[in-house]
């Protein structure tokens, strides 16, 4: 059973590398691995983004740019405002005589680490040129710019299996071939699962090579690959569902849009928006992938973490699953 | 080995039969025809048989399997000549063999014999998709061989072939009786159905009307047929009656009587002219 699984798998993976648009498809995880690398220079410097107060110490300000991003505020209040969203910003601010950090709570542990060691450092009047240490790493060099597009690089790969495996059962349809394997000791579970594994083999395939080109290879390869191949299930299930309703290869794969839409929405209120909204795309499968693989990316993921997002991803998809199920048994029946 | 009893098959699940009471067996090694006018039924039947469709009423037993609750090991011992050809466009003739081959778990034949075999043997590296109709039509027909089919379902594996190559189709399936294939045909090439099959079947309207062996069939219709060529209005027009059914006895003598024979002999009915007298229907 097993080679004949394989055997389908083989068979689609030969046609996919012949077409230039499925041969595309096939290279856009090493293609946009390349392209974050290409723009890392730019996106690495700056890892930890403080906010503080216009006017209050310059000195303190020039000092701690040397190593964050600063960002300047009129008051507390505004300051208050920029730690509280989304992102990691960490404020400074003067309090009598001292200072004291604030921070959103969110932050990985890290960020909050290196404010509080620069504002030691910066207290202790430690120059860079007399340090014979290097300031500037606590395991805080992993650019949240690049963690961004690595783990959007790794969402889109989880939705590519999909998009390839509507394109090939689009193939099947047109060339009728379907009724040929029919009448081969194959069973049709077996045929499905054979079709399936596209849909499994390039998320792994392309998370792998992303994150081993733009050096993310340390991280927990096993928390990542629960999360991606939970949500390759879902983007497996559409590609099923398109390719049946779909007659045309451009169509079925075009129709993809529709869940761009969903995973971008996720990607956005998971960068952007403040806390208290995010319980708006907790129904979006791929929110919590995005999550998950953050927390991968960061190194910061711990396995209750990561298997509760798991259960929620294949809760959910498996939600998505029981609605669409009529919808495939219709369009196997007539093919 | 193959049984079939009281065989419906309704498209909609009602009433309206597109087989309807079908009941007949086939021996081991026999060659049974399947004859009938366009829509008369008979890919169905052969769907039913294969598998490719639910039985949905009667019974059927294919190579010792009951049809109703089919068993996958079953389509190791069946061979599928489909119609309408059904490869793979953007895979090579032997690419698309060589991944059928795999899905069985029988001894399978050597894509290039077969391609040799329905004269492919130098196209094996093309693309399916850039073969003619009749290449594609004999890819289908080499695939239905590829695991040694103890019982072989051929719908139409000579349509659009030249009749050349039609006769190289026909002399495949003579090579594979002698090997005690069992094979269902379908087809409207009468002279290939008179030529190789042991039995067959009339089907029309979803009904089977009659099963005989070609030769029976010759001996209670042979020789009482005549070609009849006259002139009438300055026209030459040619016919073919039988000399023993009373309209057509009729007819014979009103030309004889009207007009101005040509030419006029007795032959050997064929099995269109068969099929005509005993179902009142052309075959097309
Ligand atoms: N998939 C289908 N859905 C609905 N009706 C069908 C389907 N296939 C065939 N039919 C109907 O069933 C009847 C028998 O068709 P079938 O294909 O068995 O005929 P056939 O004898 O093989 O004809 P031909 O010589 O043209 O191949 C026809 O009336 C046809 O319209
Ligand atoms: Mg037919």
């Not at chain 2, 469709?53 to 019974?59: D, M, P, S, T, V």
Request: glycine content about 8%; overall charge negative.
């Amino acid at each position: 059973m097993l080679k004949k699984i394989w055997a389908v798998y083989i068979r689609d993976l030969k046609v996919n590398t012949r077409e230039f648009i499925t041969l595309y498809l096939l290279l856009i995880p090493i293609i946009f691995a390349f392209v974050i690398n290409a723009l890392a220079p730019s996106i690495n410097d700056t890892t930890v983004k403080l906010a503080m107060i216009e006017g209050d110490n310059p000195e303190q300000v020039e000092y701690l740019e040397n190593f964050a991003k600063v960002s300047l505020y009129k008051d507390i209040e505004k300051v208050t405002e920029r730690v509280e969203r989304r992102d990691n910003y960490v404020g400074i601010l003067p309090e009598g005589d001292g200072y004291y950090i604030i921070t959103q709570g969110n932050e990985p542990a890290g960020v909050v680490d290196f404010t509080k060691a620069l504002q030691a450092l910066y207290v202790l009047d430690a120059k860079v040129e007399d340090s014979t240490a290097e300031i500037i790493s606590f395991g805080m060099d992993i650019p949240p710019l690049k963690k961004m597009l690595v783990n959007i690089s790794i969402l889109f790969t989880s939705v590519l299996g999909g998009m390839l495996i509507a394109i090939n059962i689009v193939e099947e349809k047109g060339d009728n071939t379907i009724s040929a394997v029919n009448v081969t000791p194959i069973s049709r579970m077996g045929f499905i699962l054979g079709k399936s594994m596209t849909g499994l083999i390039l998320p792994i395939y392309g998370s792998i090579s992303i994150i081993l080109i733009t050096g993310f290879s340390h991280v927990n390869l096993l928390q990542m690959m629960l999360i991606v191949l939970s949500a390759s299930l879902l983007s497996l299930l559409i590609g099923f569902v398109e390719g049946l309703a779909n007659d045309d290869m451009m169509t079925a794969a075009g129709s993809f849009k529709m869940i761009f839409l969903p995973v971008a929405g996720a990607v956005a209120v998971a960068e952007a928006v403040s806390d208290k909204w995010q319980w708006t795309v907790w129904w979006i499968p791929y929110y919590w992938t995005y999550k998950g693989n953050d927390a991968v990316l960061s190194e910061s993921a711990t396995w209750p973490q990561i298997l509760l997002y798991t259960g929620i991803i294949l809760a959910l998809s498996g939600a998505v699953f029981l609605l669409l199920v009529p919808k495939v048994k219709r369009g196997l029946e007539s093919h | 080995m193959i049984t079939v009893k009281n065989l419906h098959h309704s498209y909609s699940r009602d009433e309206k039969y597109a087989v309807k009471d079908v009941s007949f067996e086939i021996e081991k090694g026999e060659i049974f025809g399947f004859l009938g006018p366009s829509g008369a039924g008979k890919s169905t039947t052969q769907g039913v048989l294969s598998g490719l469709l639910q039985l949905q009423k009667g019974e059927v037993t294919v190579a010792g399997y009951n049809v109703k609750h089919i068993k996958n090991k079953m389509f190791n011992e069946i061979g599928m000549s489909f119609e309408i050809s059904n490869v793979y466009n953007k895979m090579t003739a032997k690419e698309n063999l060589n991944f059928y081959r795999k899905l069985f778990d029988v001894e399978t034949r050597e894509p290039e014999d077969l391609l040799e075999m329905v004269g492919l043997g130098d196209k094996g590296n093309i693309k399916a998709g850039d073969f003619s109709k009749g290449m594609k039509h004999r890819l289908t027909f080499a695939r239905s061989m590829i695991n040694n089919p103890s019982i072989w379902f051929l719908d139409e594996p000579t349509t659009g072939l030249d009749p050349a190559i039609a006769a190289t189709i026909k002399d495949i399936i003579w090579k594979e009786k002698k090997k005690e294939v069992t094979t269902f045909l379908t087809t409207h090439n009468m002279h290939i159905a008179d030529e190789l099959c042991d039995r067959v079947g009339f089907i029309v309207d979803g009904e089977l009307i009659l099963i005989d062996s070609p030769k029976n069939l010759k001996l209670q219709y042979g020789e009482k047929f005549v070609d009849i060529e006259f002139v009438k209005d300055g026209e030459p027009i040619k016919e073919s009656l039988s000399t023993i059914d009373d309209k057509d006895k009729a007819r014979i003598k009103n030309i004889i009587d009207n007009y101005e024979i040509q030419t006029m002999h007795t032959k050997e009915a064929t099995l269109e002219e068969i099929f005509i007298k005993v179902t009142g229907r052309g075959l097309v």
